[in-house]
């Protein structure tokens, strides 16, 4: 069974940090580009990062460029979303999912979006 499944959310002051995990089980994730994307109340999903399968390159929406970091440990099947000066327009529920070897900047070209993490930044 294809599964993708978010961790690592919760209540953090504006400036705090937080990873988000999402571990991949039922597929072969080296072949996969996996994508974080966020929805906050009353609000479209947007893409926050993805990072390709073959060559591992990385892409952010602007709004997080130099702020958050993605990365990826295949032998783990685990995928990580290090989120660093975390802002009040940063919370969310905080997703990941999968595309075939390369990333898009297209949302509905993903597939096995997991329940998500809630991330609130609040102080």
């Known amino acids: 069974q294809v599964q993708l499944v978010e961790s690592g959310g919760g209540l953090v002051q504006p400036g705090g940090s937080l990873r988000l995990s999402c571990v991949a089980s039922?597929?072969?994730?080296?072949?996969?580009?996996i994508g974080w994307f966020r929805q906050a109340p009353g609000k479209e999903r947007e893409g926050v990062s993805c990072i390709s399968s073959s060559d591992g390159g990385t892409y952010y929406a602007d709004s997080v460029m130099g702020r958050f970091t993605i990365s990826r440990d295949n032998a783990k099947n685990t995928l990580y979303l290090q989120m660093t000066n975390l802002k009040p327009e940063d919370t969310a529920v905080y997703y990941c999912a999968k595309r075939y070897l390369y990333c898009s900047g297209d949302g509905l070209q993903y597939e096995g979006y997991g329940r998500g993490t809630q991330v609130t930044v609040s102080s």
């Open positions: 039922g597929f072969t994730l080296d072949d996969y580009a």
